[in-house]
Structures are given as structure tokens and as C-alpha cells.
């Protein structure tokens, strides 16, 4: 299996903050990662795709980038709506996709 | 707009047979060229990719369940389905069927699943 590390695991921020998240694969996986929001009760939402797309109707101030083996999710300025737990997961490889374990942005 | 709906029982007794079925709508599985499938979240934890089907019959399963599953697609009913055997409390979670090309655009609301004699 691929392992996907996501850090850190917790992050605290203000409304209006900069917030940067990491997902680091255990081999390279070229540019096929995508990241998720999910909030309590909810189905995780695709935010990027293929390592920096921007999935339709996403805000803007959400970025991916990187490729191979390390991919960071920036938000530029933190919203309200914005505190949430966030995953990276890879589909380089179907034996399986494999899911960081999340990073939780909580409000600080 | 493409909408997922997960059906099936709340409560499994340990060693029995996990079955679910999703139910398509505002699109067509049939001739489509996504793939259909499953991921779950146990209670506070993260996601797990199962597997995933295409229209023809096509798939590919977690290899860590793969012994374990079934996943089968019924296009007159637009559904597919989920089949886990031999369940442990540790298949207790939330359930979700997907439809994406690698990544997953679109998810069911979730189905949670509690094993438990």
C-alpha cells in the first residue's frame, strides 16, 4: 500500500489567517492526489483534484500544489466556514487508494 | 443533479453478511464512465477506500477486504450494491457508496453500521 501522512494532525487559526497543510506519500504518486473537507456528520467534499485543480464551486482561497511524493493545502485567508477536518488522498495506484488520517483545523 | 442514496440495515450480528445497496439517481450507471463504489469511516476515525465497479462488471477491491467482499452493479435498477462477510465489530462505521475517476466528486450521505450481537 502507499501510506499518506498528513501534518500535523491538529492545527489552530484565526478567521483571516494563512493555514498550510502537508501530505507526504510513501512513494511518488505524480500528481494524482486530492484533498477533501469534511465536517461532523457530513460526507467528505472534494476540494482539489490531479494535486492543484480546483474542483467547481470551490473558493478560490483554497490551493493545492506538489507533486511525486509531497503536496501541501493552503488556505489564504481562514473563513468561518473553513474549520473542518481535511484529507489527502491518492489514486496513483489502485492496490488500494489510500487516505491520509486527517488534519483537523480547529478554531484557535 | 446526480444524487447517491445508501440503503440497508443499521445493526449486523457479528459473522453475518453486511449488505447495502446504492441507489442512483439524476444519472445513469449504465454506459457511464465513472466508477461506482464504497468507502467507510469508522466511529471518529478516518477514511478506508473498499472498492469500486464499472457498468460492465469491472473491479477493484481494498486487498485487505478483498477476500471478504463483493461489490455488484445492477444497471436496470441504476443501484449498486456492497456485500461484506463475515463481519467483525471492527467493520462498524459509517458507509458511503461514491461515484468518481480516482477521486470522488460525489458521495451518499452515509449509511452507519454497527456490528453488534
Known amino acids: 500500500d502507499i501510506q499518506m501522512t498528513q501534518s500535523p494532525s491538529t492545527v489552530s487559526a484565526s478567521v483571516g489567517d494563512r493555514v498550510t497543510i502537508t501530505c507526504r506519500a510513501s512513494?511518488?504518486?505524480?500528481?494524482?492526489l486530492a484533498w477533501y473537507q469534511q465536517k461532523p456528520g457530513k460526507a467528505p467534499k472534494v476540494l482539489i483534484y490531479q494535486a492543484s485543480n480546483l474542483q467547481s464551486g470551490v473558493p478560490s482561497r483554497f490551493r493545492g500544489s506538489g507533486s511525486g511524493t509531497e503536496f501541501t493545502l493552503t488556505i489564504s485567508s481562514l473563513q468561518p466556514d473553513d474549520f473542518a477536518t481535511y484529507y489527502c488522498q491518492q489514486y496513483h495506484d489502485y492496490s488500494p487508494y489510500t487516505f491520509g488520517q486527517g488534519t483537523r483545523l480547529e478554531i484557535k | 443533479q446526480l444524487q447517491l442514496q445508501e440503503s440497508g440495515p443499521g445493526l449486523v450480528k457479528p459473522s453475518e453478511t453486511l449488505s447495502l445497496t446504492c441507489t442512483v439517481s439524476?444519472?445513469?450507471?449504465?454506459?457511464?464512465?465513472?466508477?461506482w463504489g464504497w468507502i467507510r469511516q469508522p466511529p471518529g476515525k478516518g477514511l478506508e477506500w473498499i472498492g469500486t465497479?464499472?457498468?460492465?462488471?469491472?473491479?477493484y477491491y481494498n486487498p485487505s477486504l478483498n477476500s471478504r467482499i463483493t461489490i455488484s452493479v445492477d444497471t436496470s435498477k441504476n443501484q449498486f450494491s456492497l456485500r461484506l462477510y463475515s463481519v467483525t465489530a471492527a467493520d462498524t462505521g459509517v458507509y458511503y457508496c461514491?461515484?468518481?475517476?480516482?477521486?470522488?466528486?460525489?458521495w451518499g450521505q452515509g449509511n452507519l453500521v454497527t456490528v453488534s450481537s
Open positions: 465497479i464499472y457498468y460492465s462488471g469491472t473491479t
Open positions: 461514491i461515484r468518481g475517476s480516482g477521486y470522488y466528486p460525489s
Open positions: 439524476g444519472g445513469s450507471i449504465s454506459g457511464s464512465s465513472y466508477y
Open positions: 512513494q511518488s504518486i505524480g500528481d494524482r
